[in-house]
């Protein structure tokens, strides 16, 4: 199993301001991709990155993808509380997903 | 249309007893998953169908899980005699016949064993 270390475990901070997320593992991915989950709720896909040094962006979300392939981050810009939950990281272990404990980020009004 | 649905959304039991987890994929999504996911963790993969078979059950903690999908749609995860550790949020997705392709996530079931 492919192991994914995410950073920091917990974020907690105030509407507008910015905030980034880690994922870090010794392997190599084919791909990475980052998910959204909100209590009580599945996780949803919110971006896959397939090359190295790749960087997506999907409104105040920017997505990197390490030289690499080992590492991520999320940015997100001018945070909003509707940005609030747990954000995990995956990456292809074969034909399933294997994933990070997740970053549990919290936007305060 | 219809996202992927699980039942029940909650779960109480007491140790020891038997216990059954539905999940109604997509439909057309011939790929099927079971993940755990405990408090504070991401989601952890229990097995895989492609279709009616189990492709890879490398997951399943013990011989105390079990799961199948007899017609190729609905699975059943099934746990007997259960432990108190078994406690957890027990998330079902699906996806599209291929490589790589998205999972859609249910809202997971959330079993307690008392």
């Known amino acids: 199993t492919q192991l994914l270390e995410q950073s920091p475990q917990f974020l907690s901070i105030q509407e507008g301001e910015n905030l980034t997320v880690y994922c870090n593992s010794s392997s190599v991915f084919s791909s990475l991709q980052w998910y959204r989950q909100e209590p009580g709720e599945g996780p949803v896909l919110l971006v896959t990155v397939v090359t190295g040094g790749e960087v997506k962006k999907l409104k105040r979300l920017t997505f990197q993808f390490g030289d690499a392939r080992k590492d991520s981050s999320l940015h997100i810009t001018a945070a909003q509380p509707g940005d609030t939950g747990l954000y995990l990281c995956a990456g292809w272990d074969d034909y399933k997903l294997s994933f990070g404990a997740g970053t549990t980020v919290t936007v305060r009004a | 249309g219809a996202g992927v649905s699980q039942t029940p959304s909650n779960k109480v039991t007491e140790k020891g007893k038997y216990v059954e987890l539905r999940c109604d994929p997509i439909s057309g999504h011939t790929a099927l998953y079971w993940y755990r996911q405990s408090l504070g963790q991401g989601p952890e993969f229990l097995i895989y169908f492609q279709g009616t078979g189990a492709a890879d059950d490398s997951g399943l903690p013990n011989d105390r899980f079990f799961a199948v999908r007899p017609e190729g749609s609905v699975s059943t995860l099934k746990i007997q005699r259960t432990e108190r550790g078994d406690s957890a949020v027990y998330l079902c997705?699906?996806?599209?016949?291929?490589?790589?392709?998205?999972?859609?996530f249910g809202p997971g079931t959330r079993l307690t064993v008392l």
């Open positions: 997705a699906s996806s599209l016949y291929g490589y790589h392709k998205e999972q859609f």
